[in-house]
T-cell receptor, first 111, second 115 residues
Framework: NAGVTQTPKFRVLKTGQSMTLLCAQDMNHEYMYWYRQDPGMGLRLIHY???????AKGEVPDGYNVSRLKKQNFLLGLESAAPSQTSVYFC??????????FGPGTRLTVL | AQSVTQLGSHVSVSEGALVLLRCNYS??????LFWYVQYPNQGLQLLLKYTSAATLVKGINGFEAEFKKSETSFHLTKPSAHMSDAAEYFC?????????????FGTGTRLQVTL
């Protein structure tokens, strides 16, 4: 039982490049979330999903897209990376009981 | 709307001393409240949660928190700090709707434990 895993752990991009972050969970959770963490700002919700095939915007969705084609996976895409997207990205999942379980994070640097 | 305020971005205590990390919340509906801990270069781990049962909640690693509705607070305490408690702590709130809801996090408090 791996819990929530994230791929990759680190990535460096140039401005304008695209990439996809993968989140996978093996707990059969319905709900999945993407957050970004910036110094002094806590975690902010980017997008979330309440089930396979559904996604919704969070607090800071601009510049990101997501897809939930399979229940266990939640992908976060950056179509044209900007330096302002330099951050640590966390994925989380939960059942209906509100306890979210977090992955180890992806550290992204955009030059 | 909901929000969380964590007073003090850095707290330093001596090993063996009381740990008190402050969290105040604002919520238009009855809240669920959470404390998470983040060790360096790791993800967040749930310490404890309040879901409208007992107001004093006990968590892992000897931590506990008390929900005080009149003060809109959910402060985290531990009677005796250990070096291994050094980490960043986040308070979070979600509306008590019976289903998984979006968490709103505070900005975090970094706990330093000194000898």
């Amino acid at each position: 039982n791996a819990g929530v895993t994230q791929t990759p752990k680190f990535r460096v991009l140039k401005t304008g490049q695209s990439m996809t972050l993968l989140c996978a969970q093996d707990m059969n959770h319905e709900y999945m979330y993407w957050y970004r963490q910036d110094p002094g700002m806590g975690l902010r919700l980017i997008h979330y999903s309440v089930g396979e095939g559904t996604t919704a915007k969070g607090e800071v969705p601009d510049g990101y897209n997501v897809s939930r084609l399979k229940k266990q996976n939640f992908l976060l895409g950056l179509e044209s990376a900007a330096p302002s997207q330099t951050s640590v990205y966390f994925c989380a999942s939960s059942s209906h009981t509100d306890t979210q379980y977090f992955g180890p994070g992806t550290r992204l640097t955009v030059l | 709307a909901q929000s969380v305020t964590q007073l003090g971005s850095h707290v330093s205590v001596s090993e063996g001393a009381l740990v008190l990390l402050r969290c105040n919340y604002s919520s238009s509906v009855p809240p669920y409240l959470f404390w998470y801990v983040q060790y360096p270069n790791q993800g967040l781990q749930l310490l404890l949660k309040y879901t409208s049962a007992a107001t004093l909640v006990k968590g892992i690693n000897g931590f506990e928190a008390e929900f005080k509705k009149s003060e809109t607070s959910f402060h985290l305490t531990k009677p005796s700090a250990h070096m291994s408690d050094a980490a960043e702590y986040f308070c979070a709130v979600s509306p008590n709707t019976g289903t998984a809801s979006k968490l709103t996090f505070g900005t975090g408090t970094r706990l330093q434990v000194t000898l």
